[in-house]
């Protein structure tokens, strides 16, 4: 039984900045943490994660970063996906969803070139609780996630007008 999902308080639309970060990214790569291995003993698998995201990010025309692409991208652009769990003694799982997108920034230093990785745009995380029968359905949380980046991704990367 799924006892429902709380999205914490974020405001929904991305600010400007959050917008302007996204702006000329030519992809992305696609870091999915380490599920629990109750989650996955329960039916929730890191490949279906990646799967899902990566079809979904495909699909969007925002491409997915190789390893190699990656290392040869100045701004390091990575999409961060991260589920953490704990099964409760009611045998629910107890989940926080979060996705970030994060990048090579630049610090506002004279005469300084230092670049930080950081966190530039992020969904609002999702908190909830679900029964273990039913964790493939935290995907489903997980790609309206994908779904709010994508969104924010085309509002700052508009198609060329042919």
């Not at 999205?7 to 900045?17: C, I, R, V, Y």
């Not at 005469?111 to 930080?116: A, Y």
């Not at 029968?133 to 509002?155: C, H, K, L, P, S």
């Amino acid at each position: 039984m799924l006892l429902g999902s709380l999205q914490l308080a974020h405001a929904q639309a991305a600010p400007t900045s959050a917008l302007t970060s996204l702006e000329g990214v030519n992809g992305v790569f696609l870091v999915v943490d380490h599920l629990q291995a109750t989650l996955e003993s329960d039916g929730l698998y890191r490949s279906a994660i990646i799967g899902t995201a990566q079809r979904k990010l495909k699909a969007a025309g925002i491409p997915v970063l190789s390893n190699e692409e990656l290392v040869n991208n100045p701004r390091q652009p990575n999409l961060h996906i991260s589920v953490q769990s704990t099964l409760t003694g009611s045998q629910l799982h107890a989940y926080h969803l979060s996705i970030q997108f994060r990048q090579n920034v630049g610090l506002l230093i004279p005469n300084s070139d230092v670049q930080v990785l950081a966190t530039t745009w992020e969904a609002p995380p999702i908190t909830g609780a679900i029964a273990r029968d039913q964790v493939e359905w935290v995907n489903d949380e997980i790609t309206g996630m994908i779904d709010a980046f994508i969104r924010a991704y085309r509002m700052a990367n508009p198609p060329a007008e042919e």
